[in-house]
């Protein structure tokens, strides 16, 4: 049976020598996206562990940032591309905090007084990580508590979600006193983005109003 097949059979699998080579190219050349394909994915691998040991000898820029959409303190839905042209420093929290992000908040808003007329190239982003409860109004509220310079951001549970993990921010409810007075845990970190939307560098939540001064007169320039 299986003989008479192969011998009275279309020769489908007769050498076709120009196809088969156009078929070993597209071969030849997937294997070679494949390559870089993995080259640049454990580049990144490299660099995202660089940068969560918190390493700063690294000449690479770690992978902080990236494309969000989220929402405004007026309603406005807002992409990174938003912002492009400004450098922003970001910072992520939520406005039932007790004292971690209003003293971060106005550290780095001090920051920028001192920073006189260079600040206006500096946005201050607030973004939270409660948006259950961060509903714009109640982000336009807590902005009209600190400064107007503020833009405070928040979304849905899935966009804030992924606006913290592209900036690597850690947070998780946490009890309080009541189950609707949770609190949440939550990294204190600020990150000065450049105007083309990459990191440039990071504030720890010890750095005072002067060094921040300092270093972004450096940074921004006259
Ligand atoms: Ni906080």
């Known amino acids: ?48 562990r660089s940068s969560a040991d918190g390493a700063t000898a690294t000449s690479e820029r770690p992978l902080v940032g990236g494309p969000f959409t989220l929402v405004d303190q007026d309603g406005r839905t807002v992409t990174d591309k938003d912002y492009l042209g400004h450098y922003l420093l970001v910072y992520f929290g939520y406005t039932y905090c007790p004292d971690v992000c209003p003293t971060s908040l106005n550290r780095n808003l001090e920051a920028l007084d001192l920073l006189g007329d260079k600040a206006k190239a500096v946005i201050p982003v607030f973004i939270s990580v409660d948006p259950a409860r961060d509903t714009p109004e ?19 549970p899935e966009q804030v ?19 609707e007075n949770y ?40």
Request: without cysteine; proline residues 8%.
């Open 138 to 156: 109640k982000l336009r509220d807590y902005v009209g508590f600190f400064s107007p310079r503020l833009v405070a951001l928040t979304g849905s």
């Open 1 to 48: 049976m299986n003989e008479r097949k192969h011998t009275t059979g279309k020769p489908h699998s007769t050498p076709n020598p120009p196809r088969n080579r156009r078929v070993a190219l597209a071969l030849a050349a997937f294997a070679v996206v494949m390559l870089v394909a993995v080259v640049v994915f454990q580049h990144r691998e490299t660099a995202e």
């Open 183 to 222: 609190l949440i845990d939550h990294s204190s970190i600020t990150y000065l983005m450049g105007p083309d939307g990459m990191f440039v560098q990071h504030f720890s939540h010890n750095a005072t109003p002067e060094d921040m001064a300092k270093r972004l007169g450096e940074i921004v320039g006259g």
């Open 161 to 179: 979600a992924a606006a913290a993990k592209a900036y690597r921010v850690y947070f998780t409810k946490a009890p309080g006193p009541t189950p």
